[in-house]
Protein backbone atom coordinates (compact mmCIF):
# COMPACT_ATOMS: atom_id res chain seq x y z
CA UNK A 1 0.00 0.00 0.00
CA UNK A 2 1.45 3.55 -1.17
CA UNK A 3 2.61 5.37 2.16
CA UNK A 4 2.80 9.22 2.74
CA UNK A 5 5.21 10.98 3.45
CA UNK A 6 6.33 14.70 4.37
CA UNK A 7 7.05 16.96 1.16
CA UNK A 8 9.33 19.03 3.16
CA UNK A 9 10.17 22.72 2.58
CA UNK A 10 10.14 23.25 -0.89
CA UNK A 11 7.72 25.94 -0.67
CA UNK A 12 8.79 29.78 0.15
CA UNK A 13 9.13 31.25 2.82
CA UNK A 14 9.93 27.73 4.84
CA UNK A 15 12.64 26.86 2.22
CA UNK A 16 14.12 30.38 2.56
CA UNK A 17 13.72 29.97 6.25
CA UNK A 18 15.54 26.31 6.29
CA UNK A 19 18.78 27.43 3.54
CA UNK A 20 19.54 30.43 6.44
CA UNK A 21 18.88 29.46 10.07
CA UNK A 22 20.95 30.80 13.08
CA UNK A 23 23.90 28.68 14.07
CA UNK A 24 26.32 28.56 17.22
CA UNK A 25 26.60 32.09 17.08
CA UNK A 26 23.02 32.58 18.23
CA UNK A 27 22.72 29.24 19.69
CA UNK A 28 26.03 28.50 22.27
CA UNK A 29 27.75 25.25 21.92
CA UNK A 30 27.59 25.05 25.91
CA UNK A 31 23.84 25.41 26.57
CA UNK A 32 22.62 23.88 22.41
CA UNK A 33 23.57 20.55 21.33
CA UNK A 34 23.96 22.72 17.67
CA UNK A 35 26.22 19.71 16.80
CA UNK A 36 23.35 17.78 15.66
CA UNK A 37 21.98 20.63 13.37
CA UNK A 38 18.66 22.12 13.65
CA UNK A 39 15.39 20.55 13.72
CA UNK A 40 12.51 22.48 12.34
CA UNK A 41 9.06 21.57 12.82
CA UNK A 42 6.37 18.92 11.89
CA UNK A 43 3.38 19.22 10.05
CA UNK A 44 1.78 21.30 7.24
CA UNK A 45 3.69 24.00 5.72
CA UNK A 46 1.00 24.69 2.68
CA UNK A 47 -1.72 26.72 5.10
CA UNK A 48 -4.16 23.31 5.59
CA UNK A 49 -3.11 23.63 9.31
CA UNK A 50 -5.70 24.21 11.98
CA UNK A 51 -3.91 24.51 15.39
CA UNK A 52 -0.29 25.40 15.56
CA UNK A 53 1.24 23.91 18.57
CA UNK A 54 4.33 25.20 20.00
CA UNK A 55 6.89 22.67 21.81
CA UNK A 56 10.02 23.33 23.46
CA UNK A 57 12.97 21.69 22.04
CA UNK A 58 14.22 18.52 20.02
CA UNK A 59 15.56 15.28 21.57
CA UNK A 60 17.13 12.57 20.57
CA UNK A 61 14.42 11.01 18.63
CA UNK A 62 13.93 13.99 17.00
CA UNK A 63 17.84 14.53 16.19
CA UNK A 64 17.07 11.15 14.25
CA UNK A 65 13.80 11.89 12.35
CA UNK A 66 14.90 15.88 11.45
CA UNK A 67 11.02 16.12 12.79
CA UNK A 68 9.79 17.85 16.13
CA UNK A 69 7.75 16.24 18.85
CA UNK A 70 7.99 12.32 17.53
CA UNK A 71 9.41 10.62 20.51
CA UNK A 72 7.21 10.52 23.83
CA UNK A 73 6.12 13.60 24.06
CA UNK A 74 5.32 13.16 20.56
CA UNK A 75 3.20 10.70 20.87
CA UNK A 76 1.38 12.11 23.38
CA UNK A 77 0.69 15.64 21.55
CA UNK A 78 -0.90 13.43 18.76
CA UNK A 79 -3.06 11.74 21.13
CA UNK A 80 -3.85 15.70 22.35
CA UNK A 81 -4.80 16.83 18.97
CA UNK A 82 -6.86 13.98 17.96
CA UNK A 83 -9.13 14.68 20.73
CA UNK A 84 -8.56 18.35 20.04
CA UNK A 85 -10.31 16.79 16.49
CA UNK A 86 -6.91 16.82 14.62
CA UNK A 87 -5.06 13.89 12.80
CA UNK A 88 -3.59 16.23 9.69
CA UNK A 89 -4.71 19.73 9.20
CA UNK A 90 -1.77 21.06 12.54
CA UNK A 91 1.77 22.21 12.29
CA UNK A 92 4.02 22.31 15.55
CA UNK A 93 6.99 24.23 15.90
CA UNK A 94 9.81 24.31 18.89
CA UNK A 95 10.89 27.38 20.93
CA UNK A 96 14.23 26.35 20.40
CA UNK A 97 15.78 24.61 16.81
CA UNK A 98 18.19 23.13 18.91
CA UNK A 99 18.25 20.61 21.55
CA UNK A 100 19.19 22.22 25.37
CA UNK A 101 22.34 20.71 27.14
CA UNK A 102 22.54 21.35 30.47
CA UNK A 103 20.51 22.50 33.27
CA UNK A 104 19.08 25.99 32.94
CA UNK A 105 20.33 26.37 29.58
CA UNK A 106 16.44 27.16 28.25
CA UNK A 107 15.85 29.48 31.06
CA UNK A 108 18.92 31.35 29.70
CA UNK A 109 17.65 32.02 26.58
CA UNK A 110 13.99 32.33 26.76
CA UNK A 111 14.41 35.93 25.86
CA UNK A 112 17.38 35.78 23.93
CA UNK A 113 16.65 38.56 20.73
CA UNK A 114 18.11 36.60 18.21
CA UNK A 115 16.53 33.08 19.16
CA UNK A 116 13.28 35.19 19.00
CA UNK A 117 14.20 36.70 15.90
CA UNK A 118 14.12 33.55 13.69
CA UNK A 119 11.56 31.92 15.82
CA UNK A 120 8.96 34.74 14.96
CA UNK A 121 10.24 34.63 11.45
CA UNK A 122 8.65 31.13 11.70
CA UNK A 123 5.70 32.29 13.64
CA UNK A 124 4.76 35.10 10.84
CA UNK A 125 4.98 32.46 8.26
CA UNK A 126 2.39 30.25 10.01
CA UNK A 127 0.01 32.64 11.16
CA UNK A 128 -0.11 34.37 8.46
CA UNK A 129 -1.08 31.33 6.52
CA UNK A 130 -4.20 32.67 7.50
CA UNK A 131 -6.05 29.71 8.65
CA UNK A 132 -4.65 29.04 12.33
CA UNK A 133 -7.75 28.94 14.90
CA UNK A 134 -5.67 27.91 18.14
CA UNK A 135 -2.59 27.94 19.70
CA UNK A 136 -1.40 25.69 21.84
CA UNK A 137 1.72 25.86 24.32
CA UNK A 138 3.40 23.14 25.90
CA UNK A 139 5.29 24.52 29.38
CA UNK A 140 6.22 27.85 30.10
CA UNK A 141 8.84 28.21 27.40
CA UNK A 142 6.94 27.44 24.40
CA UNK A 143 4.63 30.00 26.30
CA UNK A 144 7.26 32.65 26.64
CA UNK A 145 8.20 32.24 23.26
CA UNK A 146 4.35 32.59 22.13
CA UNK A 147 3.86 35.79 24.34
CA UNK A 148 7.13 37.61 23.01
CA UNK A 149 5.59 36.90 19.31
CA UNK A 150 2.38 38.60 20.34
CA UNK A 151 4.48 41.42 21.02
CA UNK A 152 5.36 41.81 17.57
CA UNK A 153 3.86 43.97 14.49
CA UNK A 154 2.18 40.39 13.70
CA UNK A 155 1.45 38.80 16.79
CA UNK A 156 -0.04 42.44 18.09
CA UNK A 157 -2.85 42.40 15.33
CA UNK A 158 -3.34 38.71 16.14
CA UNK A 159 -6.58 37.28 18.18
CA UNK A 160 -6.03 33.86 17.75
CA UNK A 161 -7.25 31.85 21.04
CA UNK A 162 -4.42 30.58 23.04
CA UNK A 163 -3.74 28.04 25.89
CA UNK A 164 -0.61 26.68 27.60
CA UNK A 165 -0.61 23.07 28.94
CA UNK A 166 1.83 21.40 30.85
CA UNK A 167 4.55 19.78 29.11
CA UNK A 168 3.96 16.11 27.81
CA UNK A 169 6.77 14.54 29.73
CA UNK A 170 6.83 16.93 32.79
CA UNK A 171 5.39 13.83 34.94
CA UNK A 172 8.91 12.18 34.01
CA UNK A 173 10.99 15.04 34.40
CA UNK A 174 9.91 16.60 37.72
CA UNK A 175 9.01 12.91 39.52
CA UNK A 176 12.67 11.83 39.66
CA UNK A 177 11.93 8.07 39.08
CA UNK A 178 9.15 7.85 42.26
CA UNK A 179 6.06 6.28 40.79
CA UNK A 180 3.54 7.58 42.62
CA UNK A 181 4.56 11.17 42.13
CA UNK A 182 4.92 10.13 38.16
CA UNK A 183 1.35 9.09 38.88
CA UNK A 184 0.09 12.39 40.53
CA UNK A 185 2.42 14.58 38.08
CA UNK A 186 0.03 12.99 35.25
CA UNK A 187 -2.84 13.49 36.93
CA UNK A 188 -2.41 17.08 37.42
CA UNK A 189 -1.21 17.58 33.65
CA UNK A 190 -3.98 16.19 32.11
CA UNK A 191 -6.04 18.22 34.10
CA UNK A 192 -4.52 21.10 32.63
CA UNK A 193 -5.08 19.03 28.78
CA UNK A 194 -8.56 18.87 29.48
CA UNK A 195 -9.02 22.61 30.62
CA UNK A 196 -7.40 23.43 27.17
CA UNK A 197 -9.17 20.66 25.24
CA UNK A 198 -12.74 22.59 26.50
CA UNK A 199 -10.88 25.75 25.68
CA UNK A 200 -10.08 25.56 22.06
CA UNK A 201 -12.82 23.28 21.04
CA UNK A 202 -15.08 25.72 20.77
CA UNK A 203 -12.66 28.04 18.47
CA UNK A 204 -12.37 25.23 15.93
CA UNK A 205 -14.58 25.35 12.93
CA UNK A 206 -12.78 22.60 10.62
CA UNK A 207 -11.38 19.75 12.47
CA UNK A 208 -10.53 16.93 10.58
CA UNK A 209 -12.07 14.39 13.17
CA UNK A 210 -16.19 14.92 14.34
CA UNK A 211 -17.26 13.68 18.11
CA UNK A 212 -17.98 14.56 21.54
CA UNK A 213 -15.04 15.56 23.72
CA UNK A 214 -13.94 12.76 25.52
CA UNK A 215 -11.50 14.45 28.15
CA UNK A 216 -8.36 12.68 29.48
CA UNK A 217 -9.27 10.70 32.96
CA UNK A 218 -6.09 10.50 35.65
CA UNK A 219 -3.51 9.12 33.76
CA UNK A 220 -2.91 8.00 30.38
CA UNK A 221 -5.04 4.88 28.46
CA UNK A 222 -5.25 3.28 26.03
CA UNK A 223 -5.43 5.47 22.80
CA UNK A 224 -4.68 8.67 24.17
CA UNK A 225 -0.74 8.11 22.88
CA UNK A 226 -1.01 8.10 19.10
CA UNK A 227 1.34 6.95 16.51
CA UNK A 228 3.06 9.87 14.23
CA UNK A 229 1.44 10.35 10.80
CA UNK A 230 3.54 8.74 8.26
CA UNK A 231 2.59 12.08 5.67
CA UNK A 232 4.54 14.21 9.26
CA UNK A 233 7.84 12.06 8.40
CA UNK A 234 10.68 12.30 5.49
CA UNK A 235 10.60 9.78 2.90
CA UNK A 236 10.85 5.74 3.67
CA UNK A 237 10.71 6.77 7.71
CA UNK A 238 10.42 3.19 8.76
CA UNK A 239 7.38 2.84 10.40
CA UNK A 240 8.16 1.51 13.81
CA UNK A 241 10.44 5.03 14.25
CA UNK A 242 6.64 6.31 14.29
CA UNK A 243 4.86 3.68 16.17
CA UNK A 244 6.54 3.75 19.37
CA UNK A 245 9.17 5.50 21.30
CA UNK A 246 12.52 4.57 23.23
CA UNK A 247 14.29 3.45 20.11
CA UNK A 248 16.57 6.25 20.50
CA UNK A 249 19.06 6.53 23.56
CA UNK A 250 21.86 9.07 24.28
CA UNK A 251 24.64 6.96 25.53
CA UNK A 252 28.53 7.60 26.44
CA UNK A 253 30.66 6.42 29.51
CA UNK A 254 31.43 10.05 30.20
CA UNK A 255 29.40 13.29 29.44
CA UNK A 256 31.94 14.01 25.92
CA UNK A 257 30.73 10.54 24.70
CA UNK A 258 27.45 11.03 25.75
CA UNK A 259 27.37 14.58 23.98
CA UNK A 260 28.42 12.88 20.37
CA UNK A 261 26.52 9.05 20.53
CA UNK A 262 22.93 8.42 20.00
CA UNK A 263 22.13 5.14 19.46
CA UNK A 264 19.06 3.51 17.65
CA UNK A 265 17.94 0.33 18.13
CA UNK A 266 15.15 -1.83 15.81
CA UNK A 267 12.95 -3.60 17.59
CA UNK A 268 13.48 -7.08 17.27
CA UNK A 269 10.33 -8.10 16.36
CA UNK A 270 11.51 -6.60 12.65
CA UNK A 271 14.37 -8.80 12.39
CA UNK A 272 12.54 -12.30 13.39
N1 LIG B 1 10.55 16.96 21.50
C1 LIG B 1 10.31 18.13 20.87
O1 LIG B 1 10.58 18.27 19.69
N2 LIG B 1 9.77 19.13 21.58
C2 LIG B 1 9.46 19.01 22.87
O2 LIG B 1 8.96 19.95 23.47
C3 LIG B 1 9.72 17.77 23.50
C4 LIG B 1 10.27 16.76 22.78
Same mark, same amino acid.
Given at each position: ??? *???? @????? $?????????????????????????????????????????????????????????????????????????? *?? =??????????????? @???????????????????????????????????????????? =????????????? $??????? $??????? =??????????????????????????? $??????????????????????????????????????????? =? @??????? *????????????????????
Amino acid at each position: MPE *DHCV @GYGRE $PYRALCADYPGPDVYPRDDFRVEWGPVFHRGRLDGSARVLVIGQDPAQHETVVRRILVGEAGHRVQGLLRKLGF *DR =SYVLVNAFLYAVYGQ @GGGNRHRDDPAIAAYRHRWLDALVGEGGVQAVLALGGLAEAAWR =SWLETPAGTASDV $PFARVTH $PTQPESS =SGGDPARRAAATAAMLETWNTALTRLR $PAITEPDLDGPLEPYGAAFVDGDRRPIPAGDLPAGTPHWMRAR =S @GWAERRG *DTVAQKRRTITVTVPAAETA
